[in-house]
């Protein structure tokens, strides 16, 4: 009886997950697919280095090439897969392949996260600036503290596509890929949470996490979604993001700090590693991300009870 009890309630989780992942991983994709298409078709005809030559020179004050905005332009719009080819592609070297490495760590998506962190309690706006300001601090602390060097770690390993037809073919195929992936990825991150909620778990597994959640000013119910969106990324934890808020289970103030923290400071595990394959160091690419992520945390937090004085309610 107890064995069969287990498994109606595993299969509740499932039945309840199911239609609410899916829903989920069809709205992540409709805005997913079109802004990838537009950034294949600025990048086929050129318009990125167009783009990108109209800011070199604020580049230059952060110690980074002309090129180098081709990168995090690129970021801007795409994942740090598409990133790592042009960065491969222009054979950026060591010191600014680090530099860019950390900004667009922080800054890449920026579309489609912020639309989640939107639809997950916070302003839109907000969120950009806290990106791209954290993503230009990072870089000018690091070019001030990085030593000289010369060594190019990015060789010549993507050429590029000329003709139309291919190209298309390359985008269809990839994307194809990220349509499964997002599909399977969100259906079985909200199964997983169905269970751990539907058994109590995730008060035990996070239990060693609290302390540290306390030091960077987030509140402990944010840990499960913390910790989905540091090991699976940020597009993946705001799908979970969603499901609580909309469940009531996640307050908007709560999500908006979690918001501030995981914009910069997210995919710890994959995306660095991709870097690190190429010859990046791990330590570099992490720790800016996550001391930038508690300083804007404890900044939110602060005006948040500024706030709260000024308008007399107890927060």
Not at 161 to 185: E, H, Y
Not at 196 to 203: A, H, K, R, S, V
Request: hydrophobic share 50%; charged share 15%.
């Amino acid at each position: 009886m107890e064995i069969q009890t287990f498994r109606e309630r595993l299969i509740r989780c499932v039945r309840t997950a199911l239609p609410q992942g899916t829903k989920t991983a069809f709205w992540l994709l409709k805005l997913t697919i079109p802004v990838s298409f537009g950034v294949f078709l600025l990048d086929f005809f050129g318009i990125l280095n167009v783009i990108a030559g109209w800011v070199a020179p604020l580049f230059k004050l952060i110690g980074l090439s002309g090129q180098a905005s081709v990168v995090l332009i690129t970021s801007f719009f795409t994942n740090i897969y598409s990133v790592i080819a042009v960065m491969t592609t222009l054979g950026i070297g060591y010191r600014e392949g680090t530099i860019l490495a950390v900004m667009c760590l922080i800054s890449h998506a920026l579309i489609v996260e912020t639309a989640i962190q939107k639809r997950t309690g916070s302003t839109p706006w907000r969120i950009v600036v806290i990106r791209l300001s954290a993503s230009f601090i990072a870089a000018w602390g690091l070019n001030l503290v990085l030593p000289a060097e010369t060594v190019s770690v990015a060789k010549n390993l993507i050429g590029e596509t000329k003709s139309f037809s291919p190209a298309l073919l390359k985008w269809i195929t990839d994307m194809s890929i990220t349509t499964v992936k997002i599909i399977i990825l969100v259906n079985l991150l909200l199964i997983l949470q169905k269970i751990l909620n539907e058994f109590g778990l995730i008060q035990w597994i996070l239990k060693p996490f609290t302390p540290l959640l306390r030091m960077m000013g987030l509140p402990a119910n944010t840990g499960f979604l913390w910790m989905v969106a540091y090991t699976l990324g940020l597009s993946y934890g705001g799908a979970i993001m969603i499901s609580e808020s909309e469940e009531g289970k996640l307050s908007r103030e709560d999500a908006d700090l979690l918001n501030h923290h995981i914009a910069i400071s997210h995919s710890q595990l994959e995306d660095p590693l991709l870097f690190v394959a190429i010859g990046y160091n791990m330590g570099i690419l992490v720790l800016p991300r996550i001391l930038l992520s508690i300083v804007y945390v404890w900044i939110r937090r602060f005006e948040i009870w500024v706030k709260s004085k000024n308008t007399g309610i107890k927060s």
